[in-house]
């Protein structure tokens, strides 16, 4: 079973750049989720996709924004980088369906903003 | 709105002793617990989770929790501390919704120290 994957592992971009993050979900796993850990901070919640939309999100604003493509895996988007940018974005996936859908999540990506 | 406090950034202890990492959450609808750890430059790993039934949930690692209501607090704890446990602890709330739907609502972490 393959985990949850993400890429690349460090990015350095200059702010106003736009960034592009990767993730491939576990496998059997049809949501990705997004979040955003600045330093010495919990994570935060950004947005989820569910069956390529926008399921939920968090309290970002609309320069963030995600795809998801038919095989689950999932782009987050940031335009207009800001210094605030700079953090851990992890990627978590799980299955929705019962009661309870476990976050497995990514080794993360730390982008750099300058 | 669900939130969740962790007292103390920084917990100290020596090889062997009692680990207790503090957590209370606040939610107004039952929630679903997490304790998350994550070692230095990778992501997150889900040590135990309380969702229904049993509030002594027992992890990975020698880890347990107890969810208790009344105090809205599930506290981490390992009855023998090991340098290998030395990362960062973060506590975790979600709402328990059957739409599909789930986010999940971090603390801001406490990191475990170990001394020999």
């Known amino acids: 079973e393959t985990g949850v994957t993400q890429s690349p592992t460090h990015l350095i971009k200059t702010r106003g750049q736009q960034v592009t993050l990767r993730c491939s979900s576990q496998?059997?796993?049809?949501?990705v989720s997004w979040y955003q850990q600045a330093l010495g901070q919990g994570p935060q919640f950004i947005f989820q996709?569910?069956?390529?939309?926008?399921?939920g999100r968090g309290n970002f604003p609309p320069r963030f924004s995600g795809l998801q493509f038919p095989n689950y895996s999932s782009e987050l988007n940031v335009n207009a980088l800001e210094l605030d940018d700079s953090a851990l974005y992890l990627c978590?996936?799980?299955?929705?369906?019962?009661?309870?859908?476990?976050?497995?999540f990514g080794p993360g990506t730390r982008l750099t903003v300058l | 709105a669900q939130s969740v406090t962790q007292l103390g950034s920084h917990v100290s202890v020596s090889e062997g002793a009692l680990v207790l990492l503090r957590c209370n959450y606040s939610?107004?609808?039952?929630?679903?617990l997490f304790w998350y750890v994550q070692y230095p430059n990778q992501g997150l790993q889900l040590l135990l989770k309380?969702?229904?039934?049993?509030?002594l949930v027992k992890g990975i690692n020698g880890f347990e929790a107890e969810f208790k209501k009344s105090e809205t607090s599930f506290h981490l704890t390992k009855p023998s501390a090991h340098m290998s446990d030395a990362a960062e602890y973060f506590c975790?709330?979600?709402?328990?919704?059957?739409?599909?739907?789930?986010?999940?609502?971090f603390g801001t972490g406490t990191r475990l120290l170990v001394s020999p």
């Open positions: 978590a996936s799980s299955r929705i369906g019962g009661s309870y859908n476990e976050q497995f």
């Open positions: 496998s059997g796993h049809n949501t």
């Open positions: 996709y569910y069956r390529e939309e926008e399921n």
């Open positions: 939610s107004s609808v039952p929630p679903y």
């Open positions: 309380y969702t229904t039934g049993a509030t």
């Open positions: 975790a709330v979600s709402d328990q919704v059957n739409t599909g739907f789930q986010k999940l609502v």
